[in-house]
């Protein structure tokens, strides 16, 4: 087993939802943590930890390859890298700019940091069931044929064929986990979840969009950090897909919502034909890393609304 303990471990994206989970947890376990960020001010909820020196936070944005000789001796003797930058919306109105931008993120990004990390025990790499597009089966498991249908889906894939390249051509054990969508507090993101959960605080309509009764496979935060600390130990090139394994209708999410918050919302649906359906085979987890989901969809809703609530995070999501 791999020993977390005193390992030197980067994390780029360390400031985002999964990260800055992770980055505690990997303090609590004894790492030397440091974190790669586009923005000092996107600290937040590690603040505290980078002020007490916990947390080592080296302020830098992977697409900006040119300054990247500048961060070179803060990256010394790195022995794990954890690679969680990412960027799920479409950030631009023209696809060629979306396309580019997921390219940059995703691959010149982790190409050049590699350069800099010549001495690396692992990779870990947070990829997506977005890789998989529309499946051709489900549940769908880590064999199931990869065809993304998002800049985002591709990008990933393409992240995912390079690392798997450099982890052969320098024998480097290389870990992709391919999470479903990942909910719970410290969720800054436009997805379903924080979207519904905005409009259901403020009486707003929540619009579905889908065909009917399509479903999806949500995890909680911490259960998916729980995942990647047991790859770490395990520390072996391998593939996971990381879920509940449980599928929840979208309706059925605005529901609970409204029903938890007492919202006055009203659910308003718009179907479509080119959605479907998502849920993840999550055995080869159960088997290898012991990995088992600890929190239900009721109580993990709770946990983010209230942090929702608590944090002010609840400006208006059109």
């Known amino acids: 087993m791999y020993k977390i303990k005193n390992k030197n471990i980067l994390i780029t994206g360390g400031t985002g939802q999964i990260g800055s989970f992770l980055s505690e947890s990997l303090v609590d376990n004894g790492a030397n943590v440091t974190v790669l960020g586009r923005k000092i001010s ?145 969720n800054r993101s436009t997805q379903v979840i924080p979207t519904f959960i905005k409009k259901a605080l403020h009486n707003e309509k929540i619009h579905l969009t889908g065909i009917k009764n399509r479903f999806r496979d949500f995890i909680y935060v911490t259960d998916a950090v729980d995942s990647i600390i047991a790859s770490i130990e395990r520390n072996e090139t391998d593939v996971y897909n990381i879920g509940s394994g449980v599928k929840i209708k979208i309706n059925e999410i605005a529901e609970k919502i409204i029903s938890i918050i007492k919202s006055e919302s009203v659910i308003t649906k718009f179907y479509r034909k080119t959605d479907f359906d998502s849920v993840v085979d999550i055995s080869k987890a159960e088997n290898k890393l012991g990995f088992k989901p600890k929190t239900c969809l009721d109580e993990g809703l709770k946990y983010e609304i209230e942090w929702h609530k608590k944090t002010n995070d609840t400006k208006m999501v059109n």
């Open 42 to 186: 996107n600290l937040k909820e590690i603040k505290s930890l980078v002020e007490s020196k916990k947390i080592k936070f080296v302020e830098y944005d992977l697409i900006n390859e040119k300054n990247l000789e500048l961060v070179r001796t803060k990256l010394e003797n790195i022995d794990y890298l954890l690679h969680f930058s990412s960027e799920m919306a479409e950030l631009f109105s023209s696809l060629l700019k979306n396309a580019m931008h997921s390219v940059n993120l995703n691959l010149k990004g982790i190409i050049q940091l590699l350069k800099f990390l010549p001495h690396l025990d692992g990779i870990l790499y947070a990829s997506s069931i977005g890789v998989y597009g529309i499946p051709k089966y489900l549940p769908i498991d880590e064999e199931c044929p990869t065809n993304p249908v998002t800049f985002y889906g591709c990008g990933k894939l393409g992240a995912e064929k390079y690392l798997k390249l450099f982890s052969n051509t320098h024998s480097v054990p290389l870990t992709i986990m391919r999470y479903s969508s990942v909910y719970g507090p410290r």
